[in-house]
């Protein structure tokens, strides 16, 4: 027996994680003091959360402890089931630290267990879109070791981009430096970054407004889409619907294909704390990251 586990960073929605059987680590975010566990969705109040960041409050995001992930994993180890767990970049968080300390006890309480992290080198449904396919292959009558494999052959392909509103949550992460931010607002330059192939964020262009940012994202999927008909193409938002809802039609326009598989979705508070409202990305199947 096995089972695979992911953690709501991925933020494949919550009813197509229920409907895989995936079990869901949730990721911790705190907004006025009080500390939240990111469900995917299910009963989260976007609207406030965004509300509240516009107003100007500053959510955090932590790690989990060592004795989180315990609580999470023992069940499985206990039962004799082996657990795969497909992860995001292990370059955006140190939790992975506090995860392998629980994971290293575990495995000497439980010996016969088989745990494999698989790091999908992204965040968000970059990371998503690797769970959800790699779910349903595993379902296929797979072992983990052929799920492992599958897993790094798609996650070559899984290209990222996303293009933020304001940036003063990027200066905040370090993304971008104080006199940039500064200059890229008043000149309202929007930065587009990318997901690299070692899970890394970084930037790649800067385009004038966001309706320029659209098109350009729109353009991605014509000139890097591989199979596009074949897998999901996500666009993510963070409290700007009418945005996401313009680039599906931009990306149609280019397309030429109004049957694509788009799925349309928010952005989590975990991920949103750190891009800020007003964000836009775009997830799809492509010829490399």
Request: aromatic fraction near 12%; hydrophobic fraction near 40%; glycine fraction near 8%.
């Given at each position: 027996?096995?089972?695979?586990?992911?953690?709501?960073?991925?933020?494949?929605?919550?009813?197509?994680?229920?409907?895989?059987?995936?079990?869901?680590?949730?990721?911790?975010?705190?907004?006025?003091?009080?500390?939240?566990?990111?469900?995917?969705?299910?009963?989260?109040?976007?609207?406030?959360?965004?509300?509240?960041?516009?107003?100007?409050?500053?959510p955090?995001?932590?790690?989990?402890?060592?004795?989180?992930?315990?609580?999470y994993?023992?069940?499985?180890?206990?039962a004799?089931?082996?657990?795969?767990?497909i992860?995001f970049?292990?370059?955006?968080?140190?939790?992975?630290?506090?995860?392998?300390?629980?994971?290293?006890?575990?495995?000497?309480e439980?010996?016969n267990?088989?745990?494999?992290?698989f790091?999908?080198?992204?965040i968000?449904?970059t990371?998503?879109?690797?769970?959800?396919l790699?779910?349903?292959?595993?379902?296929?009558?797979k072992?983990?070791?052929?799920?492992?494999?599958y897993?790094?052959?798609?996650?070559?392909?899984?290209?990222?981009?996303?293009v933020?509103?304001?940036?003063k949550?990027?200066k905040?992460?370090?993304?971008v430096s104080?006199?940039?931010?500064?200059?890229?607002?008043?000149?309202?330059?929007?930065?587009?970054?990318k997901?690299?192939?070692?899970?890394?964020?970084?930037?790649?262009?800067?385009?004038?407004?966001?309706t320029?940012a659209?098109?350009?994202?729109?353009?991605?999927?014509?000139?890097?889409?591989?199979?596009?008909?074949?897998?999901?193409?996500?666009?993510m938002?963070?409290?700007?619907?009418?945005?996401?809802?313009?680039?599906k039609?931009?990306?149609?326009?280019e397309?030429?294909?109004p049957?694509?598989?788009?799925w349309?979705?928010?952005?989590?508070?975990?991920?949103?704390?750190?891009?800020?409202?007003?964000?836009?990305?775009l997830i799809?199947?492509?010829?490399?990251?």
């Amino acid at each position: 027996m096995a089972v695979v586990f992911c953690d709501s960073n991925c933020e494949l929605w919550y009813d197509k994680a229920r409907e895989l059987g995936l079990k869901v680590i949730q990721m911790p975010y705190t907004l006025d003091g009080v500390e939240h566990f990111y469900d995917l969705g299910e009963k989260t109040d976007f609207k406030h959360f965004y509300a509240e960041v516009r107003s100007g409050k500053i959510p955090v995001t932590s790690a989990l402890n060592a004795e989180n992930y315990r609580e999470y994993f023992e069940p499985y180890f206990k039962a004799g089931e082996d657990i795969l767990y497909i992860s995001f970049s292990d370059q955006l968080s140190a939790t992975f630290n506090y995860m392998d300390l629980a994971v290293k006890d575990l495995r000497a309480e439980y010996p016969n267990v088989k745990f494999v992290r698989f790091d999908t080198k992204g965040i968000s449904m970059t990371e998503g879109i690797q769970v959800y396919l790699a779910k349903k292959y595993f379902d296929s009558g797979k072992t983990i070791d052929e799920t492992v494999a599958y897993l790094k052959e798609i996650t070559k392909h899984i290209f990222a981009e996303f293009v933020v509103d304001d940036l003063k949550h990027l200066k905040r992460g370090g993304r971008v430096s104080g006199a940039a931010a500064a200059i890229g607002t008043l000149l309202n330059m929007k930065p587009i970054l990318k997901v690299t192939d070692e899970g890394k964020l970084v930037n790649t262009i800067k385009v004038s407004g966001k309706t320029k940012a659209l098109t350009y994202l729109a353009g991605q999927v014509k000139e890097k889409g591989l199979d596009v008909d074949k897998y999901p193409i996500v666009i993510m938002h963070a409290d700007c619907e009418e945005d996401a809802l313009k680039l599906k039609e931009k990306i149609i326009a280019e397309t030429g294909n109004p049957n694509l598989d788009i799925w349309i979705q928010p952005v989590g508070p975990v991920i949103g704390t750190h891009c800020g409202a007003g964000t836009i990305a775009l997830i799809f199947y492509a010829i490399s990251r």
